[in-house]
């Protein structure tokens, strides 16, 4: 059996309780978290423990998974652990990937230990859609439509500005811009025009909603490069109408080969988006555990892993019955 850590417990860790849970190949040694222990109750009855005892389970965890925030907590936490652990996270600022694949690849290194980063479902799953669809389609365009849905990283990255009591954000796509690259067109679009950001903020009492709502829609990545909105609501409001957590979306690839016009396209629809990126999580620490096995070390990307590594089946049942 495959020993999981979970760090952090929010949504996502318990996605990816849920996830450890089902999987026959794996079970929970402890959660961890920077809250009190004893205010945390589990779905499974996992045992929960302080971020500040981590160390003393290295001989009793295989991969930890980090479930933390990607604004300020991976990009510190994931190289931290690295060191000392294999980890997982679903680290989701596309334009600070390198930078944090160069961090955890030296901690992993020095530690002997696999890092793979960014496994969500995108970056994650709709990575290998893109690398895949060009791969084939090398004379064209790809395109990322996300949502309608919420993004956890967006709505953590609000939570955090002073003044705001919660939050969440739902991406939206332009749907006519999608109808373009559907019919066959190779448009060029800004990010504006692809997609709309819709924040529902909760303030604190007595706070600046004006400071808020700039803060929000002039944050670098997050909400900068898109048209904003942002309607501020009580707390049973966003209690009542933005309890769940959807999301998806698709990856198209318009492309020409000799004269014939080609589109491939790979689509997400998410009832809980963080119970599926906690499954895709687990389903890479399964392939951290072997990777590791095998004397590799270093960050990774779902790009590194081999497919069947993030399977339970045999090479014997994915020839029969998937290839």
Not at 175 to 197: I, Y
Not at 198 to 215: K, T
Not at 230 to 251: A, K, M, W, Y
Not at 301 to 314: E, G, I
């Amino acid at each position: 059996m495959i020993r999981i850590g979970i760090v952090g417990y929010g949504n996502l860790g318990r996605g990816v309780e849920s996830a450890v849970n089902h999987a026959e190949d794996m079970e929970l040694a402890a959660v961890f978290t920077r809250r009190d222990p004893s205010g945390v109750e589990t779905l499974t009855a996992a045992p929960v423990m302080a971020y500040s005892e981590i160390d003393k389970m290295q001989d009793a965890i295989d991969v930890l998974i980090i479930c933390g925030g990607s604004a300020t907590d991976l990009p510190e936490t994931t190289p931290e652990l690295a060191a000392k652990f294999n980890v997982i996270d679903s680290f989701d600022t596309h334009a600070n990937i390198p930078e944090h694949y160069a961090n955890v690849d030296k901690a992993a290194k020095a530690g002997g230990k696999v890092g793979i980063i960014s496994c969500g479902w995108d970056p994650g799953y709709f990575s290998i859609a893109r690398l895949y669809a060009e791969a084939a389609l090398p004379n064209g365009e790809s395109y990322t439509f996300w949502g309608r849905g919420v993004s956890q990283g967006h709505s953590d990255a609000i939570r955090r500005i002073e003044g705001v009591k919660d939050a969440r954000q739902y991406t939206v796509p332009i749907e006519s811009a999608l109808d373009r690259v559907r019919a066959g067109e190779h448009p060029e679009f800004t990010a504006r025009e692809m997609h709309l950001r819709d924040c529902y903020v909760v303030a604190e009492e007595g706070a600046d909603l004006e400071a808020i709502e700039q803060a929000i829609k002039t944050m670098p990545n997050y909400f900068e490069p898109y048209d904003t909105t942002v309607t501020f609501i009580t707390q049973e409001e966003l209690d009542r109408d933005h309890s769940g957590l959807p999301h998806g979306g698709s990856v198209l690839r318009a492309g020409d080969t000799g004269g014939y016009n080609n589109t491939v396209e790979f689509s997400l629809n998410l009832e809980s988006n963080p119970f599926f990126t906690g499954s895709i999580l687990t389903a890479a620490a399964r392939a951290a555990y072997i990777m590791n096995s095998e004397g590799q070390c270093g960050a990774k990307t779902l790009f590194d892993v081999p497919p069947a590594y993030l399977s339970t089946h045999t090479r014997e049942d994915l020839l029969a019955h998937m290839l």
